[in-house]
């Protein structure tokens, strides 16, 4: 077998750079604020006013680069785990250094704090802290089981909450959608942990199922998956119909979700049907913001 030219290579290595960067999520972050700027905080008869507002655009773009950065460096503290959890993928990654994934968080985390700050001083402030934050996750609070899985959710949402605040806009409704949301990202938080059990064990990574034990995570699913219709059936009267029947979708596949992980736990492919159902519900989580 012919050895690869340096040109393939390097190719080769800057395809898995960015197979690092969790693209969807992205692509989820980027449309979802777009969404929400254009038909929950602006004015109706004003849309094209905000689409052609530069300070949207600078705020979206912003939370992406520092998005980018966050997945560099989870990767970068995730490595030794990954490599047992996800070999396959782990070993085309590993094409890419160490050192240089972190050079290119760093540039990430550079661009998107020049955007924030052609913005504003205080935008800037304010996604170094968003930055701060995902590299705190990744280094400290992703070990710690429940804070982290909370923190997780918390900084999923944080973007949404700064194009908010740019365009001053604050409501019950909107807080209560994203609550809803916050159980979808804990349960997927939890489902990693059943999911990468064996590697984080190896590795002695400290996670729900690591370290109170398979059943008690899943009797977390079980009781995230009973505790989210609470809220859901008495906030109702603040949602439109369409949000209502959308909403009503996404709970009932977050149950089948969480049952299938309840029940079939030691099916590692099963499992990622389960993972792929979450991302479902956040799809239809962010195609429902126009209706808010």
Known sequence: MRPLSRRK???????????????????L????????????????LDRWNTFFDAG???????????LSFGF?????YDLEADSINRPKQTAFERLVRPRTS????LLFLFIGELIAFSLSWRASIFYFIYAGGLWFYSHKLRGIPILGHISAAVLALYPFFGIAVYHHYSS???????????HTLFSREVLKDLMMYKGDTIVGKQTIASEFGIENAKRALLLNAILVWVPAFFTRQFFSPIVEWSLFGMLILLSTANIIALTQSDDLKIMRWSHLLYKVILVMGVMTIPFL
């Open 102 to 105: 972190l050079r290119f968080a």
């Open 172 to 182: 019950v409704h909107t807080i209560l959608y994203g609550l809803l949301l916050g």
């Open 56 to 66: 949207t655009h600078l705020t979206v773009w912003a939370a992406a680069s520092i």
């Open 29 to 44: 972050l980027v449309l979802g604020q777009y969404l929400a700027a254009l038909f929950v905080f602006s004015n109706p």
């Open 9 to 27: 290579f390097r190719a080769l290595q800057t395809l898995a750079l960015f197979t690092q960067i969790r693209w969807w999520n992205i692509v």
């Open 72 to 76: 560099l460096i989870n990767v970068f």
